[in-house]
């Protein structure tokens, strides 16, 4: 299993930016996609997962991010509007193999590389 993280950068506060994560390996129907964040002098936190039949939120981005996956590409969007400098991380896209998500770092067995935002006040 491989996961690629990309999208990140440099916006404004109030901006959007759309984060992809291709998968390779796995069977969509199988995993969770989840994705997380590390700020910097910060430990890991969960944002948002999806699987092909429901999809999460970590009550902070509720309202301003959207996950979606598309099985066809093997692929796990995150779209994230109305960002906050709070939202300075960096984003990883990380895959559990089973039908349940979770929101744990340990329950999730492959990691990408992490892809960086940064949003400037």
């Known amino acids: 299993v491989q996961l690629q993280a990309s999208g990140g950068g440099l916006v404004q506060a109030g901006g959007s930016l759309r984060l992809s994560c291709a998968a390779s390996g796995l069977a969509f129907d199988d995993y969770v996609i989840g994705w997380f964040r590390q700020a910097p002098g910060e430990g890991r936190e969960f944002v948002s997962a999806w699987t092909t039949s429901q999809t999460y939120y970590a009550d902070f981005v509720k309202g301003r991010f959207t996950i979606s996956g598309d099985s066809a590409e093997n692929m796990v969007y995150l779209q994230m509007n109305s960002l906050q400098p709070e939202d300075t991380a960096v984003y990883y896209c990380?895959?559990?193999?089973?039908?349940?998500?979770?929101?744990?770092?340990?329950?999730?067995?492959?990691w990408g590389q992490g892809t960086e935002v940064t949003v400037s006040s």
């Open positions: 990380a895959a559990r193999p089973s039908p349940s998500i979770a929101t744990r770092g340990y329950a999730y067995n492959y």
